[in-house]
T-cell receptor, first 112, second 113 residues
Framework: RKEVEQDPGPFNVPEGATVAFNCTYS??????FFWYRQDCRKEPKLLMS???SGNEDGRFTAQLNRASQYISLLIRDSKLSDSATYLC?????????????FGTGTRLKVLA | SQTIHQWPATLVQPVGSPLSLECTVE??????LYWYRQAAGRGLQLLFY??????ISSEVPQNLSASRPQDRQFILSSKKLLLSDSGFYLC????????????FGEGSRLTVL
């Protein structure tokens, strides 16, 4: 079983739609969680951290369910500029540092 | 402010040739450093990480090696490239002891022919 699993998509949605991505992780000792955004042929960039209480940043809402080892990202009112790959990232302590394990990413295409 | 530089940005190498990719972090000291590889259409695979000068941990046995000769310099090498080494190589850093945002360089795109 992969350490971090995501549906690869693609998710093709019209502008203005709401879309949700899910991610599961296998290491119950994982300590912190993130969503990164990666544009085509570019480096990943942090979209938002994910907290146990859930958190929101504008049109983006992230949720964490530690019991089910599950993370989600909700995007409301999708824009064309939201088209990208969204990477779920799980962080656990090991070897004297934090190891960031990435999912394979979910591709989103927002259509005009 | 902190910045991270990687070079070269793009390279095309024949099978069996050597490789050296460099990564330098500025504006911070004693960072934790990481090398990731992203094969075409795949996710990011953690290759190596380093918590200090000369300290390298390998996550996946393979045809590559890493070195950290200076505090803010991280080098990825190979003596003989394989076709399967093609990919997008990303260097990243984080402030030691923290578990927040991982900062990436712009990446080095390697094609092995």
């Amino acid at each position: 079983r992969k350490e971090v699993e995501q549906d690869p998509g693609p998710f093709n949605v019209p502008e203005g739609a709401t879309v949700a991505f899910n991610c599961t992780y296998s290491n119950s000792a994982s300590q912190s969680f993130f969503w990164y955004r990666q544009d085509c042929r570019k480096e990943p960039k942090l979209l938002m951290s994910v907290y146990s209480s859930g958190n929101e940043d504008g049109r983006f809402t992230a949720q964490l369910n530690r019991a089910s080892q599950y993370i989600s990202l909700l995007i409301r009112d999708s824009k064309l500029s939201d088209s990208a790959t969204y990477l779920c990232v799980v962080n656990s302590r090991g070897g004297g540092t934090y190891k960031y394990i990435f999912g394979t990413g979910t591709r989103l295409k927002v259509l005009a | 402010s902190q910045t991270i530089h990687q070079w070269p940005a793009t390279l095309v190498q024949p099978v069996g040739s050597p490789l050296s990719l460099e990564c330098t972090v500025e504006g911070t000291s004693n960072p934790n450093l990481y090398w990731y590889r992203q094969a075409a259409g795949r996710g990011l695979q953690l290759l190596f990480y380093s918590v200090g000068i000369g300290q390298i941990s390998s996550e996946v046995p393979q045809n590559l090696s890493a070195s950290r000769p200076q505090d803010r310099q991280f080098i990825l090498s190979s003596k003989k490239l394989l076709l399967s080494d093609s990919g997008f190589y990303l260097c990243a850093w984080i402030i030691k002891g923290l578990s927040g945002e991982l900062f990436f360089g712009e990446g080095s795109r390697l094609t092995v022919l």
